[in-house]
DNA sequence: CAACTATTCAATTAAACTATTGAATAGTTT
DNA sequence: AAACTATTCAATAGTTTAATTGAATAGTTG
């Protein structure tokens, strides 16, 4: 095989995973999967689009090899094709954080709004934890928190936090934490704690990055 | 600021870098850099475009803060943004290699038809060199030899090879390799040894990922 | 300063991508 | 089987991307 036509074939299969990658909404598809499996319709609502392009977006993942599906009954299942998925996306995170002061920007100023700036490294996190030095909260929702947590973490769903808000030691650091860099449920959990009185954290990662760094976790 | 505007924000942005990095030219543009630094006509002929396609090229990416640029009379040349954005790279090519079979085919059919499927690890090969066991050549141009090298390789550019191969010691195994999975030179090298009757075989990847993963390197 | 080289810019055309809409299909429930 | 839900398909229009061409710019050399 001549050179020119092995190297045009590699990085032209290389270019359809990267396209398949290249446009915001199947990012945040990606990075919702990353917390497990999520119907059509789900993925649709979580990401705020409609049906129809969901589907669409979803196909082209599909397409491209980075998500697989299952049906149950007449709904249909996507989730990552592999771990080799959430790394790839995680480096194109990582790269966009360091790289696009924008990106930092626009972090700043959100978590300036939620009064949640201070945050935790997860090895800050685990070391406090070791101590018993802190609540640890997951405020994703509960089906999230059943296919794998941080050990030793309480799932509060963030819309119902303000109710069970009393169940929390106030003479102690509460860390809320949930999907990734990006969900917000963590910042919308620490503005309320603060609110009520609580030294809140945010971790300033998710789930999947505790998880990757093999960290202890558990699942229910 | 509200959720939404935050996450359209974010992935937008995220989307743009991936967007930069989503065309086969572009990637193998990256991998090239990853040497080193090139100037724009450099760069043209190692991939086999025009001048001015590789200028347009060289701007997305810069555009997208992934590559940086330095002037030297006439001359401008392009060099990555930092270590991250070879990751992100590293990790796309990962996910294809393991992910899509036609990647995985056209390589095999390649190197079938150089003679060069046998392949070595860095791991395997960083041991066999402790005990001596092979001869490593490492077969780029000589300015990329310079900017960093496998400790205790010989730098034998792939067209110099076939003048050079009577240093080379016969009754020891040879390793060739050079930029990367991609790259060709290790295969041609083979290709030619092995008509010489010599033992070779090539590194599974290249100099990028061996300098990486923190095995022993020299710089001239 | 004229001739030359390297790079960038601008305009064009063809192709690909995206969101929207409404219809079609697969499966469930009554 | 009819009504319903979830998903996919197909067609459309507006936008973006890519390669080509030739001109413009920046810098060097005789």
Redesign the interface.
Known sequence: ?E??T??????????N???A?????R??ILELLAQGQFSVAEIAEET?ITGANASQHLQVLKQA??VETQRDGNRVYYQL??L??Y??W???????I???A??ER??Q??RE?RQSLETLTSEELAEKMQNEETTVIDVRPQQEFDEGHIAGALNIPVEELSEKIEELPKNQEVVAYCRGP?C?FADDAVELLREKGFNAKRLDEGYPEWMIEELPIEQS
Chains 1, 2 share one sequence.
């Not at 092995?6 to 270019?15: E, W």
């Not at 995680?90 to 966009?96: F, H, P, T």
Request: charged share 25%; no cysteine.
């Open positions: 095989m050179k020119r092995f190297k045009n074939k590699v990085y032209q299969q290389l270019a995973i990267v396209k990658m290249s446009n915001p909404h990012l945040e705020d090899q980075l094709a592999g080799s998925v790394k790839a995680k480096a194109l995170r990582d790269l966009g360091e790289r696009i924008e990106i626009v972090m100023q959100f709004s990006f917000v």
